[in-house]
């Protein structure tokens, strides 16, 4: 990447918000899945580190984080970095369905038909024919 390109992501990402953030903990599988997930997409994010508690500099955790990834790294400043990785969208569409197959979410759902108050009162009085005097008398305007 270019200093330019490096450049234009630093002014794109100048008015993001943290998404993602490292504490003592420092790096893990789980953050690094979460990270893989959201750069698929966003491509440019925000993480912030907490410098009290954080086992590592932010910029070796970057470098760490940015290796297994394939991600840039496209600046460190003091507890913020910010992580650039073009999306894919052949490997989006394999993971997609990795995670698909035999979920619940897989199946298809049932359709709830929400019905309204006057198929109901139909549907009552249809049961039971002492329901039409369940109405109420008056209809518009009292007098």
């Known amino acids: 990447m270019t200093s330019k390109e490096r450049a234009q992501w630093?002014?794109?990402?100048?008015?993001?918000?943290?998404?993602?953030?490292?504490g003592k903990e420092g790096i893990s599988d789980n953050l690094i899945?979460?990270?893989?997930?959201?750069l698929d997409a966003r491509e440019l994010i925000k993480i912030r580190?907490?410098?009290?508690?954080?086992?590592?500099?932010?910029?070796?955790?970057?470098?760490?984080?940015?290796?297994?990834?394939?991600?840039?790294?496209?600046?460190?400043?003091?507890?913020?970095?910010?992580?650039?990785?073009?999306?894919?969208?052949?490997?989006i569409?394999?993971?997609?369905?990795?995670?698909?197959?035999?979920?619940?979410?897989?199946?298809?759902?049932?359709?709830?038909?929400i019905k309204g108050k006057r198929q109901r009162q139909r549907e009552k009085e249809a049961k039971n024919p002492y329901a039409v005097y369940d109405r109420p008398k008056f209809r518009g305007k009292q007098k």
């Open 10 to 22: 630093r002014a794109k990402a100048n008015g993001l918000e943290p998404i993602i953030q490292i």
């Open 33 to 38: 899945t979460q990270v893989d997930d959201t």
């Open 49 to 91: 580190v907490h410098l009290e508690t954080a086992p590592k500099t932010p910029k070796e955790l970057a470098n760490e984080l940015a290796a297994p990834l394939g991600a840039e790294v496209i600046q460190v400043i003091g507890g913020i970095i910010v992580l650039y990785r073009e999306a894919d969208p052949d490997r």
């Open 93 to 113: 569409a394999e993971k997609k369905k990795k995670r698909g197959s035999g979920t619940a979410k897989a199946t298809a759902k049932k359709k709830v038909k």
